[in-house]
């Protein structure tokens, strides 16, 4: 039996984590009809999700002891692999262990560290994110996987996760990305084929991001002590995302908003960003924000319906899993007018360019005083057909793992595995 392991964990406990804990609930099905034994691995806080993800199923959910860190050594897991007998290893995550034993497939959502290493971590910055321990076991990892000449300048952090990004697009057996913006920073600063590419974009889950009642909204609001118009921002403030610059263009232009116009910023621990408290207090507009910390998906669909817009200031993204489900609740979105989410928001968006805070702000005191329409709720693609896109990309792995360990096998278990996976689902 073909035996796949599929891993969810996530650093950060937003847009990744949710791309693959929704991938696996909509493809441990289909992997179960194909004849394929399924094995899910979490990290210790997403255990209890993942085993709703594959509730009444019977795939079992290994929880990973401990906190990794950002480099994905794990003993243990290559323990769990070779017990198990595994035939593939995928992760939803962008970083493998570097000795996994078992050809293994993952997924690259995007490359702003490499097109834009000046918004990655500084050294000082990592060891403030992840211990002073885990910059050593990085320098140690880089000694590693570049031996071999003199050591590059620049940060240990960056040279690491550059190394780290050749060795692991070399040997994977295929790569899964999230948009084709993607894919082509993939082939440009990889040196990947498109051969070796699949696309499983992100999506929409409708049966909770749509648009909430009145009376939801208002009770959530008025939770938050919100009583005017405001635009909304979610998830992770990393320096690709620029929420200071966002924060700092909303403050200069405030006066020019409706009266009690407030910006609400949902999860992502903004809040603790020095800079941020900084620009609140020069400005004197501490009023101006209002931080609900982590709140659940309920409250956030209720967020986004009441929202004049949801907006963002990204320079770099995958996909823009947060601006697909706001406009899943019938929100504006004011976005930056970068390629990605070009590709993955469409004529549904409102663009403007991404250092133009003059156009930015024309666009939210616009979308505060109702003078831009609001998009049309359509039926946006689900995870159901992202997680059909899944299995065949895993299904491809594991035939091409199966003829290079046997050249004259022109057509294998996995393969015929796949094609019954296909039968089911039509």
């Not at 590709?343 to 003078?371: C, I, K, N, Q």
Request: aromatic share 8%.
């Amino acid at each position: 039996m073909t035996t796949v392991v599929f891993d969810v964990r996530a650093n950060h406990d937003t847009g990744v984590s949710r791309y693959g804990l929704s991938l696996l609930a909509a493809a441990a099905p289909l992997a179960l009809q194909a004849g394929w034994s399924l094995i899910a691995v979490a990290g210790p806080h997403q255990e209890a999700r993942a085993q709703r993800a594959v509730a009444d199923l019977g795939v079992p959910v290994l929880t990973c002891p401990g906190d990794e860190g950002f480099v994905r050594r794990s003993s243990w897991l290559r323990t769990q692999l070779r017990t198990h007998e595994a035939d593939l290893f995928y992760t939803s995550h962008y970083t493998v262990d570097r000795e996994c034993p078992v050809p293994f497939v993952y997924t690259i959502h995007d490359l702003t560290r490499l097109r834009y290493p000046e918004l990655s971590y500084t050294d000082t910055a990592f060891a403030a994110r992840f211990g002073l321990p885990e910059l050593h076991r990085v320098r140690r990892e880089l000694a590693v996987l570049s031996p071999d000449g003199p050591p590059s300048p620049g940060p240990v952090f960056a040279r690491y996760f550059r190394a780290l990004n050749q060795n692991l697009a070399r040997r994977a057996q295929r790569i899964i990305t999230v948009s084709r913006s993607t894919a082509d920073d993939i082939k440009r600063c990889l040196g990947v084929s498109e051969a070796r590419l699949d696309l499983v974009p992100c999506a929409v889950d409708a049966k909770v991001f749509y648009p909430r009642s009145a009376a939801h909204v208002q009770r959530v609001v008025t939770s938050r002590g919100i009583a005017g118009p405001y635009v909304v921002y979610a998830g992770l403030a990393h320096p690709s995302k620029r929420f200071e610059w966002l924060l700092g263009a909303l403050v200069a232009s405030r006066a020019s908003f409706p009266a009690g116009a407030r910006l609400v910023v949902a999860g992502g621990h903004a809040e603790k960003i020095a800079r941020v408290q900084e620009i609140l207090r020069r400005s004197g507009a501490a009023d101006f924000v209002v931080f609900t910390g982590r709140i659940d998906d309920a409250e956030l669909a209720a967020l986004y319906t009441g929202a004049a817009a949801y907006v963002t200031a990204a320079i770099s993204e995958g996909y823009g899993l947060p601006m697909a489900e706001a406009l899943g609740c019938g929100t504006r979105v004011v976005a930056t007018d970068i390629p990605a989410l070009r590709e993955t928001l469409g004529d549904a968006a409102h663009f403007y360019p991404a250092w133009d805070s003059a156009h930015l702000a024309r666009l939210v005191r616009d979308a505060l005083s109702g003078r831009i329409p609001q998009p049309s709720v359509t039926g946006a693609q689900g995870w159901e057909a992202s997680g059909a896109l899944l299995m065949k990309s895993l299904g491809r792995a594991l035939d091409e793992a199966t003829r290079r360990a046997s050249p004259q096998s022109s057509r294998g278990g996995h393969e015929r595995a796949e094609d019954q996976a296909l039968r089911m689902r039509a």
